[in-house]
């Protein structure tokens, strides 16, 4: 049993560049979510998804874009990455879509120059 | 104001120590407190879950809520090395979606 997997751990990018982050679940959870944490702020949400085809922003959305076509997959695009973007981004899913504990993957670090 | 608030420390401790990490909340609307645990360059895991007021216990940590002046507190006894770790705190209303946490505190445990 996987939990959830993130991918890619490590990425560089140049400003203006786009690319997707992608986390995946096996737990066939309901809720599926984004966060960014940076030093001192702690954990920010992002986007967040309570079903598939259902999304909705967090606390900071701009910059980003999420889709969630299956249950099992939630990637996060950067549609053009700035530095403001350097973070380390968390997806996180729970069984139901109100209660219960948040399931984390192993994070993936993104830097951009 | 933030929804909620903590103290990133860091905080350093001697082994066997007495461990207080407390949040501070602004909306009476949340039901769901929580503490996640997070190690260095992995992800954070749920470490204890209550819902309303008072204590809930699981070998040497116990959290505590106090609605009426909206805190809430991890205790860990007996610490250890291996207790070395982020500590974060997060809330949530009943019926919503969202989790907000705290920045968390991180917390060293020297042997």
């Known amino acids: 049993n996987a939990g959830v997997t993130q991918t890619p751990k490590f990425q560089v990018l140049k400003t203006g560049q786009s690319m997707t982050l992608q986390c995946a679940q096996d737990m066939n959870h309901e809720y599926m979510s984004w966060y960014r944490q940076d030093p001192g702020m702690g954990l920010r949400l992002i986007h967040y998804?309570?079903?598939?085809?259902?999304?909705d922003q967090g606390e900071v959305p701009n910059g980003y874009n999420v889709s969630r076509s299956t249950t099992e997959d939630f990637p996060l695009r950067l549609l053009s990455a700035a530095p403001s973007q350097t973070s380390v981004y968390f997806c996180?899913?729970?069984?139901?879509?109100?209660?219960?504990?948040?399931?984390f993957g192993e994070g993936s670090r993104l830097t951009v120059l | 104001q933030k929804e909620v608030e903590q103290d990133p420390g860091p905080l350093s401790v001697p082994e066997g120590a007495i461990v207080s990490l407390n949040c501070t909340y602004s909306?009476?609307?949340?039901?769901?407190f929580m503490w996640y645990r997070q190690y260095s360059r992995k992800g954070p895991e749920l470490l204890m879950y209550?819902?309303?007021?008072g204590n809930k216990e699981d070998g040497r940590f116990t959290a505590q809520v106090d609605k009426s002046s909206k805190y809430i507190s991890l205790f860990i006894r007996d610490s250890q090395p291996s207790d070395s770790a982020t500590y974060l705190c997060?809330?949530?209303?009943?019926?919503?979606?969202?989790?907000?946490f705290g920045a968390g505190t991180r917390l060293f445990v020297k042997a």
């Open positions: 996180a899913s729970r069984p139901d879509r109100t209660t219960g504990e948040l399931f």
């Open positions: 209550t819902y309303s007021s």
């Open positions: 998804s309570v079903g598939a085809g259902i999304t």
């Open positions: 909306n009476s609307a949340f039901q769901y």
């Open positions: 997060a809330i949530k209303d009943t019926g919503g979606f969202k989790t907000i």
